[in-house]
């Protein structure tokens, strides 16, 4: 079964502080993807990458960055975190840019409360 | 551009009866369509998808869909409701001829069985 892990389930940082958010993919997949997830606005997709360091900015990209350094691996970072940012965030990653018809496997998710 | 809506956001329904959550989708060209499930806290997981051929589509836990390309519709349904199934349902769609790998998810419908 594919496994997609995230390094923390809840938390807790202060307005200002920067935040790493780690997602690792035990599948071999070329695609990898951030979201947010709040109440009543469903899934936003933050960033999205298809391959070891390449990165496309999603619908909500801003405030935020990542980085993937190695293909199993995929960052989120807030480098200054504020309020507007608490959230539940979810990893997520498919297999091969090729067919987008493979579904996604998500993470548990982080759920981020900014203080 | 590629769109889908959940046009409920809560479904209820009493334990052993059938149950439908619905999702329609607007595409440019022909559609891949998904569902996934999410239990409280935990990530999304995957359900069922259509790509192409017949139009009921079965997946896990005896949910199914239908695909509807003049109604463009993909509600999922199943015959007898658990109460177990009670959770948040997340439809989503690629286009096939935008070029995207990246889904649009719905807002979501929690759906909740009752005893």
């Known amino acids: 079964d594919v496994k997609v892990t995230q390094s923390s389930r809840y938390l807790v940082k202060r307005t200002g502080e920067k935040v790493f958010l780690e997602c690792v993919q035990d599948?071999?997949?070329?695609?990898m993807f951030w979201y947010r997830q709040d109440p009543g606005l469903g899934l936003r997709l933050i960033y999205f990458?298809?391959?070891?360091?390449?990165?496309e900015k999603g619908d909500i990209p801003e405030g935020y960055s990542v980085s993937r350094e190695k293909k199993e691996r995929f960052s989120l970072i807030l480098e200054s975190a504020s309020t507007n940012q608490t959230s539940m965030y979810l990893c997520a990653s498919s297999l091969n840019r090729g067919s987008p018809y493979n579904e996604q496997f998500f993470g548990p998710g982080t759920r981020l409360t900014v203080l | 551009a590629q769109s889908v809506a959940q046009p409920e956001d809560q479904v209820n329904v009493a334990e052993g009866n059938p149950l439908t959550v619905k999702c329609t989708y607007s595409v440019s060209g022909n559609p891949y369509l998904f569902w996934y499930v999410q239990y409280p806290n935990r990530g999304l997981q995957f359900l069922l998808k259509y790509i192409t051929g017949d139009n009921l589509v079965k997946g896990s836990y005896g949910f199914e869909a239908e695909f509807n390309k003049s109604q463009t519709s993909f509600h999922l349904k199943k015959p007898s409701a658990l109460v177990s199934d009670s959770a948040l349902y997340f439809c989503a769609v690629r286009d096939r001829a935008g070029g995207s790998y990246i889904p649009t998810f719905g807002r979501g419908t929690s759906l909740i069985v009752h005893p």
């Open positions: 599948m071999d997949h070329e695609n």
């Open positions: 990458s298809y391959d070891v360091k390449m990165k």
